[in-house]
C-alpha cells in the first residue's frame, strides 16, 4: 500500500521541492542584484524534473545510524544551476536584471502554489476512494 502512495504522490514530492529549490535560486539572484561580477542562474525545471523521475532520486535521503533503520533510496542532490544569459550589459560585471527575477519568481510561486493544489485534489480523490 505505502509503495502505490509513493508512486501516486510521488511526481508531486518531485515538482514541489524543484520549485522550492528554484525560489530559492531565483531569490539568491534578487538579493544579490547588486553584488559586483554576480552571475544570475536558473534551474531548468522541466529537465530536472524529468532527470529525478527517470533515475528515481526524488526521495528524501535518510541516515542510517543504526543497523536496524529500513534503508531507504533517494538523495538529496541540488540540481545543477545554469547561468542566465544577460540581457543587457552591465559595468559591473553582474547579469542580473531585477525585472525578470522577479517575474520568474513570481511565476515560480504561482507554479508552486497550482502544484500544491493538484496534490490536494489528488489526495483528496485518494482519500474518497479509500473511505468508499
Not at 50 to 75: D, E, F, I, M, W
Not at 114 to 126: F, H, P
Request: aromatic letters at 4%.
Amino acid at each position: 500500500m505505502l509503495g502505490k502512495l509513493d508512486q501516486a504522490l510521488g511526481f508531486h514530492e518531485s515538482a514541489l521541492r524543484l520549485r522550492s529549490q528554484r525560489q530559492q535560486v531565483l531569490a539568491s539572484n534578487i538579493a544579490n542584484a547588486d553584488t559586483p561580477n554576480y552571475k544570475a542562474r536558473d534551474l531548468n525545471f522541466a529537465q530536472v524534473l524529468q532527470a529525478r523521475l527517470k533515475t528515481g532520486t526524488g526521495a528524501v535521503a535518510l541516515t542510517q545510524t543504526s543497523p536496524v533503520h529500513l534503508a531507504l533510496g533517494g538523495n538529496m542532490q541540488q540540481p545543477e544551476t545554469q547561468m542566465r544569459v544577460a540581457s543587457q550589459n552591465s559595468m559591473d560585471g553582474n547579469t542580473v536584471d531585477l525585472d525578470v527575477e522577479r517575474a520568474a519568481f513570481a511565476e515560480n510561486a504561482l507554479q508552486y502554489e497550482a502544484s500544491v493544489t493538484l496534490a490536494n485534489a489528488q489526495i483528496k480523490g485518494l482519500m474518497t476512494v479509500l473511505q468508499a
